[in-house]
């Protein structure tokens, strides 16, 4: 559970995945699945693209608006923490 643990608490700094695998030394494709798992389990919540997307979209003050097509998902830390 310690990994879930450290790929949230790196998610809620603003670490991408990139990020999270060299800090944690673990391959891209771990802390992928690290996301999965927080996901299913509703630690995250991945945004949903699509009519209106742009609009709940976390990266929307980033972003330079509907123009930009992402064919990757995007996931949001939900509002509460993992029970220790």
Do not use: H, W
Not at 9 to 32: F, M, Q, S, T
Not at 42 to 50: F, H, L, P, Q
Not at 67 to 80: I, S
């Amino acid at each position: 559970m310690r990994m879930l643990e450290r790929v949230l608490e790196l998610l809620e700094r603003g670490k991408n995945i990139d990020e999270i695998a060299e800090e944690l030394g673990v391959p891209r494709e771990g802390v992928v699945g690290a996301m999965e798992i927080l996901a299913s389990l509703g630690y995250i919540e991945m945004v949903e693209a699509g009519e209106g997307a742009c609009a709940t979209c976390p990266l929307r003050s980033l972003c330079q608006g509907s123009c930009f097509r992402f064919k990757g998902k995007v996931y949001m830390v939900a509002d509460f923490k993992l029970e220790k």
